[in-house]
Each structure stands twice: as structure tokens, then as C-alpha cells.
């Protein structure tokens, strides 16, 4: 019997382009799923079906939830979910966290949390609207009139910083920390703490994060061994293999023949934005 895959995205509102890379569905016809998630950037998340558990470092076990925000992970975490799996989502940008909702990254970093206490009860009655739908653009228009009118202010330093932040994470290979700090103008202290704020991890984590998905990234473009030369932004092949499963939850060779479909497909060459992966 085939299982089916779907998976597709629609863009969010002009308006939301800050707050919101991305709106997707996906449908997953399979009656069990067990697997990792890379280390990604949060989501928002409507749960449909599929009904589990995120398994976390240290054994803790997170439900899912109708309405689910889970943060910026730097961390591969595990899943066991009976399917079949339908899930709407939102791929969070770090002026989410506190553009729409008041909430600090970190305090949701490596987590998956309830949503109905930020988001408030209206977010469970969009839920049982979307409930059933398949159309991902129709659904994103529905979620762009929940979320246009919780647009907030954010501080125009704090802006210009997380600039400052993203322009540092697009070079390849990323500069040391210094050279953001320099960029910055201000103490390593200060852009720590407003890199914690936005991105959910300090910008030496942010810096080994990236490094290792772009390196997973071109791992997916590649048949065959894998070449020395992806190893050059480590100390070794051997910390290049760390790195990966770290971040990844498998190791070089287990990306190239084990990776599940999402990860294949949202890693590969062709969809991974190698020069803003924090997107």
C-alpha cells in the first residue's frame, strides 16, 4: 500500500513578511511515525491529527497540543506520533517573538508548549475553522486576519541588531562572534542577550547550528561518499559527523539513506536557504 506525502506553502501576508516565513500543510498517511526533527526555527503549529509525543533530551516527553508554539531548537528531537499526521504551521522569524506574541524565544527554546495562553481562545476557534480544510492558501489567508491585528512595535535598536544578526549568520563561513559583536557596536553581553531574545540561543550556538545544517544541507545535494572538503569548517571528519548528528539526529552517511521525506525535502539544495537558514 503507498502512504501518501503531501506537503505544501503558501506566503503569509506582505505585512506579516517579518513575523512569518511561511505557512505549510502537511498530510502524512502512516499509522505510526517515529522519527527526529532537525534543529529548526519555531513554529506555530494546528494539529489536526497525529497525536504523540516530542521526545526531549533528559527524558521529558511533550504532548501535542490543538494549538502548539514550539521555539527555536538547537537540538534534534524525537517524535512517536500515531498518524495519520495533518498539521497546518507557520514558520516563525525572530521578530515573532514579541512582534506577535510577548514572549522571548528562549523561554520557548527546545520546548513544545501549548499556544492558547499567548495566543488566547480565539486561536482554538481559527482551529476548529480550519479543521478539515486542505487548501494551505485558504488557510494561510485565515490565519493572516488572526495575526494581522497582533502586529506590535518593536524597538528600532532591537530591529537593527537582529539585522545585524542575520547579515552575520548569512556569511559562509560564519565569522567568529567578535566580529558580530564588533558589527554591533555594543558588548558581546548585550548582543547575547538580544540574540537569546529573538533567535533563542546566543550567537556562538546560532553560529554551530547553521554551520552544521548547511553542511546537511549540501550533504542531501551529494551522491556517493561523502567528500573531505565538507569537512573543512571543522577540526576534523570526525567533528563534522558530531556536529551533524547533533543537529540533525543522524549522521552524515544516515542523512543521505535514512532521513525521513520532510527532512529530505526541506533540507535539499533546492528549498534550503543556505544564505538565510534562519528563515
Not at 517579518?18 to 502537511?26: E, Q, R
Not at 546537511?216 to 556517493?224: D, E, N, V
Request: proline fraction near 10%.
Amino acid at each position: 500500500m503507498v502512504r501518501a506525502l503531501e506537503l505544501s506553502f503558501a506566503p503569509p501576508a506582505p505585512e506579516l513578511a517579518p513575523y512569518v516565513s511561511a505557512y505549510y500543510h502537511v498530510y502524512f498517511d502512516y499509522p505510526l511515525i517515529e522519527d527526529f526533527e532537525r534543529a529548526d526555527v519555531g513554529y506555530l503549529r494546528f494539529m489536526f491529527g497525529g497525536h504523540g509525543f516530542y521526545h526531549y533530551p533528559g527524558g521529558r516527553r511533550m504532548p501535542d497540543r490543538p494549538v502548539m508554539l514550539l521555539g527555536p531548537a538547537s537540538i534534534a528531537v524525537g517524535y512517536s506520533m500515531a498518524g495519520p499526521l495533518n498539521s497546518f504551521g507557520c514558520v516563525l522569524l525572530p521578530e515573532f517573538w514579541g512582534g506577535i506574541v510577548d514572549a522571548s524565544a528562549c523561554d520557548y527554546a527546545n520546548d513544545a508548549r501549548d499556544g492558547v495562553p499567548l495566543l488566547g481562545e480565539e486561536s482554538l476557534d481559527l482551529h476548529r475553522r480550519m479543521n478539515g480544510m486542505r487548501d494551505v492558501i485558504a488557510m494561510g489567508q485565515m490565519m493572516d486576519a488572526f495575526l494581522l491585528p497582533r502586529i506590535k512595535p518593536l524597538p528600532d535598536d532591537h530591529r537593527a541588531i537582529i539585522g545585524k544578526i542575520g547579515d552575520w549568520l548569512s556569511c559562509m563561513p560564519i565569522p567568529v562572534p567578535a566580529a558580530l559583536y564588533d558589527a554591533c557596536n555594543l558588548s558581546p553581553r548585550q548582543v547575547m542577550r538580544i540574540a537569546n531574545r529573538y533567535f533563542g540561543a546566543p550567537p556562538k550556538l546560532l553560529a554551530r547550528k547553521f554551520r552544521a545544517l548547511r553542511t546537511a544541507s549540501r550533504l542531501l545535494g551529494i551522491r556517493g561518499p561523502v567528500p573531505n572538503h565538507l569537512a573543512d569548517e571543522y577540526s576534523d571528519r570526525a567533528h563534522m559527523a558530531r556536529e551533524v548528528k547533533h543537529f540533525t539526529g543522524l549522521t552524515p552517511r544516515g542523512l543521505q539513506v535514512r532521513s525521513n521525506p520532510i527532512m529530505q525535502m526541506t533540507l535539499h539544495p533546492d528549498n534550503f536557504r543556505a544564505q538565510a537558514p534562519w528563515t
